[in-house]
């Protein structure tokens, strides 16, 4: 285990935003996290583990604990029957192993490209994007709890996966260290999407997992900002999911409001559209932060942002949403620390 002081965060992050973490350890292996839990427990600090940094805010005080980096790598293929089982390392690149799957011809995770960060991270987040989820492939998560030090194997029931969120999300105690997949040799393209049913109206050639792949590269890189340009952690606000009675409201209010109904019988609702159509609020900017001009959801920060800055647009957001169209907003995006 190597340790190091005063390690500044914003690099390690994609907001390109924060101040130093007190101690910081990079984790190679399962020794190196058991021995960080332990180093925190001696110390008397608390643990709080970062993966690509892609979806967190880090405090401009930075963090006053041991922050654990996961990079346990390895991608393996197993055959399970006529299914093949991925297993990765936590650490390993999400998009990394979305290219490793289409490289075999195999469909699941294609519409998931492009998005930043490592399958630890994804899994805690269910990652979901152009019709796909996570939670469509995923088998297991090897884990460890940081209170009791117990390895434990969290199958599909107890993972709990749903709309950005999970068990893992939930349980922080729970730090994940590998992630089997399953992929199913039944596979079929998934582009029902709107902006991938219009690449393939456009003459696309959309059959195999690895042009899908591409494809959403695309979609996304007009959609966000260039990361090396600009800080970004992609939607800063889950869509929200209200009750049938608001969504008609709303409705009535904005006929064009796209509405997705949930098993429930609750409505969710295209947060993007609202900010844009109904609040006009596509590139409204508080100092160095703004909602993007391609896709207000996404909050972008100019070299030099820090987070008290995404902070308070981010309470203005709320307070516009919550105020003008009595909707309740959460973050999707969390404060590290
Ligand atoms: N829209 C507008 N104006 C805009 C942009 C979008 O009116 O400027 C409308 C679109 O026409 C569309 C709706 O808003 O009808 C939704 O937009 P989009 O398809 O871009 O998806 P989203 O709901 O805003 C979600 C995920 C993204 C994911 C996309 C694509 C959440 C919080 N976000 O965004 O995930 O990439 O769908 O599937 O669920 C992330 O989680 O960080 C993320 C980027």
């Not at 981010?314 to 969390?334: C, N, P, S, T, Y």
Request: proline share 4%.
């Amino acid at each position: 285990m190597i340790l190091q002081e005063n390690v500044l965060l914003a690099p390690l992050t994609t907001f390109h935003i924060g101040g130093s973490a007190r101690i910081f350890i990079a984790a190679r292996s399962e020794k190196d996290i058991e021995d960080a839990i332990v180093l925190a427990r001696t110390r008397g600090l608390p643990l709080h583990v970062l993966g690509g940094g892609s979806n967190i805010l880090v405090p401009d005080a930075g963090v006053d604990g041991v922050v654990l980096r996961i990079q346990l790598a390895g991608v393996a293929f197993q055959n399970d029957g006529a299914d093949t089982l991925l297993v990765a390392g936590a650490g390993e690149l999400w998009d990394t192993v979305v290219d490793a799957v289409g490289t075999r011809g195999m469909f699941g995770i294609e519409n998931l490209a492009g998005i930043p960060g490592t399958v630890g991270g994804a899994t805690v987040q269910n990652i979901g994007a152009y019709g796909a989820e996570l939670a469509d492939v995923f088998e297991y998560a090897d884990t460890i709890d940081r209170t009791t030090g117990v390895h434990a194997r969290i199958g599909k029931k107890d993972a709990a996966l749903a709309y950005r969120t999970s068990f893992f999300k939930n349980n922080r105690n729970c730090i994940i260290t590998a992630v089997a997949l399953r992929f199913s040799s039944a596979g079929a393209p998934n582009i029902s999407y709107p902006d991938l049913a219009r690449a393939r109206s456009a003459g696309e050639p959309l059959a195999a997992p690895a042009d899908i792949a591409r494809a959403v590269r695309a979609i996304r890189a007009k959609k966000f900002p260039r990361n090396d340009a600009e800080g970004t952690a992609g939607s800063f606000f889950k869509n929200p999911v209200v009750s049938r009675e608001l969504a008609d409201s709303l409705r009535a209010r904005f006929p064009d409001l796209p509405t997705f109904p949930q098993e429930d019988g609750r409505v969710k609702l295209a947060l993007a559209w609202l900010l844009d159509h109904a609040l006009s609020l596509k590139g409204y900017a508080g100092g160095p932060v703004r909602l993007y001009e391609k896709q207000p959801l996404v909050v972008v920060a100019r070299a030099g942002a820090r987070a008290h800055d995404v902070e308070a647009l981010a309470r203005h957001i709320a307070e516009r949403v919550q105020k003008e169209l009595g909707i309740g907003i959460e973050r999707e995006v969390e404060l590290f620390g």
